[in-house]
């Protein structure tokens, strides 16, 4: 391993680095690992992701809604699973794994691909919790100011995430808890208070385009986290080969979607918005118990932040600018400022928004599988991983790999006319691509190519 490389890896090891973690190192079991993805999968964004196809918003009806996101949820815990391997057997964060694919500078691009929505849905997220605290007062006392709220939940959200894994880790635990009760508490104010509209179920609905939309955005919403699955598995203790990761994703990944989706769904059709924060206030039975439901809200903003909208973008940042995890935390949440949080989360944009950054994610997640379980066997070298230089074994062609960029760049351009279905489309072409390149050992063709064409250069310099 080069000086260069070595530095790389020791450069962020005070606070939450990007160096391999060992085994004897990691500090989460399944009881603390299960509640935080439990606590992260409280996405009240998730509301929104069925209630838009329902009738009589959309065409199907509420059956064929909950199958769709049933689907969706075993395919996202599958994709969990699959692409937190590498976290989990080599402790290496998601912009690190990325390398192996993409190359050691290739792997900006999808690291970059990935942190762009995450920088949005933190965005999203701090707007509806400033729009929960907003409700809370103005209802209670009859003052507030959505701005001001919304700068505080910024500052409150980077002050928790300081500290790294650790502060994330005890946050989340204990936030499962408390949030999940609350949440029961908000359902069977529903199911005692309201009452689903018959339409909604007679409806006869349809098994066609929209119901494998409804499963696209049900995956879509949260592929996000799949992708950069490694940045959490890495921290989980290894216990009986892949038992604690395959049973920490399985308990961990789809009892919370499902839920959330399910009961957002419920919410929505059952008071006629999508809202989470307009919804709550519908069922509560008073404007006390309402303000207290909406400390739910705030709860699930800031575990699912930190977790899958903190940490993914300031581990990239950690990477590709050379700074420090605190350094990190403070750009992520300034960008999320900027990304106008109050305009993504409205229902013109809203699945636009998940279909299009799913254009890229789909076919790098591809990638990212074959790559792991068809290309490396699971072999993966982790000294190169951390070579930075050309002696990498992952330098490909001047520190990228043709074909992994040809294949998520193929992916997303035949997935741009099904964008309702974008992942869907883009996730299986960019496998296969890659499989089919990597096979043929495209980027070394190239790189004699390239050499040969060096030495030609050269010689005729001589002449």
């Not at 809604?65 to 989990?88: E, Q, R, S």
């Not at 880790?169 to 199911?191: E, R």
């Not at 921290?235 to 399985?250: F, T």
């Not at 741009?416 to 496998?431: A, K, Q, R, Y």
Request: net charge negative; proline share 5%.
């Amino acid at each position: 391993m080069t000086g260069d490389s070595q530095d790389n890896i020791s450069d962020t090891t005070e606070l939450e680095g990007l160096s391999p973690i060992p085994g004897e190192e990691r500090t989460m079991g399944l009881s603390h690992y299960i509640p935080v993805w439990w606590s992260s999968l409280i996405i009240v964004q998730a509301f929104a992701v069925a209630f838009f196809a329902v009738y009589p918003h959309g065409n199907l009806n509420l059956v064929q809604a909950g199958i769709a996101i049933g689907i969706g949820t075993v395919i996202a815990t599958i994709f969990f699973i699959l692409n937190g391997f590498p976290g989990y057997e080599e402790g290496i964060p998601f912009a690190v794994q990325t390398r192996s694919a993409f190359g050691i500078r290739g792997a900006v691009i999808p690291n970059y691909l990935r942190i762009i929505p995450a920088i949005g849905w933190l965005g999203i997220g701090n707007w509806i919790g400033a729009l929960a605290i907003q409700t809370i007062t103005t209802t209670l006392w009859g003052f507030g100011n959505v701005w001001v709220y919304f700068v505080l939940f910024v500052l409150l959200n980077v002050g928790l995430a300081l500290n790294g894994i650790t502060s994330i880790k005890w946050f989340d635990s204990v936030a499962a808890g408390i949030l999940g009760l609350l949440l029961a508490y908000t359902v069977y104010l529903v199911l005692t208070t309201q009452q689903i509209p018959s339409d909604v179920i007679n409806h006869p609905g349809s098994w066609g385009s929209q119901f494998y939309a409804t499963i696209s955005a049900a995956v879509g919403f949260i592929i996000t986290g799949a992708l950069n699955a490694s940045d959490l598995s890495r921290h989980l203790k290894e216990k009986g080969g892949a038992r604690n990761h395959v049973l920490g994703h399985a308990f961990g990944i789809a009892p919370p979607m499902m839920f959330m989706l399910l009961v957002g769904l419920v919410f929505g059709v059952s008071t006629g918005n999508a809202n989470p924060i307009e919804a709550i206030m519908i069922v509560a039975p008073n404007p006390l118990v309402g303000s207290a439901m909406l400390l739910f809200v705030l709860g699930a903003q800031i575990s699912t932040n930190l977790t899958l909208n903190i940490l993914p973008p300031t581990h990239v940042f950690q990477d590709s600018l050379g700074i420090s995890w605190r350094q990190g935390v403070v750009l992520t949440s300034a960008l999320s400022v900027v990304s106008f949080p109050w305009y993504l989360f409205s229902s013109n944009i809203f699945y636009t928004f998940i279909n299009a950054y799913s254009v890229f994610l789909g076919p790098a997640l591809g990638i990212l599988i074959a790559d792991y379980w068809i290309i490396r066997k699971r072999d993966t070298d982790i000294t190169s991983l951390y070579t930075v230089d050309t002696s990498s074994k992952f330098w490909f062609i001047r520190g990228f790999s043709i074909s992994a960029l040809l294949s998520l760049l193929f992916g997303a351009v035949v997935s741009v006319p099904f964008l309702d279905i974008s992942w869907m489309v883009g996730m299986p072409i960019g496998f296969v691509c890659y499989c089919g390149l990597k096979r043929f050992e495209f980027d070394q063709l190239l790189t004699d190519t390239v050499a040969g064409a060096d030495r030609s250069s050269t010689k005729s310099s001589n002449d």
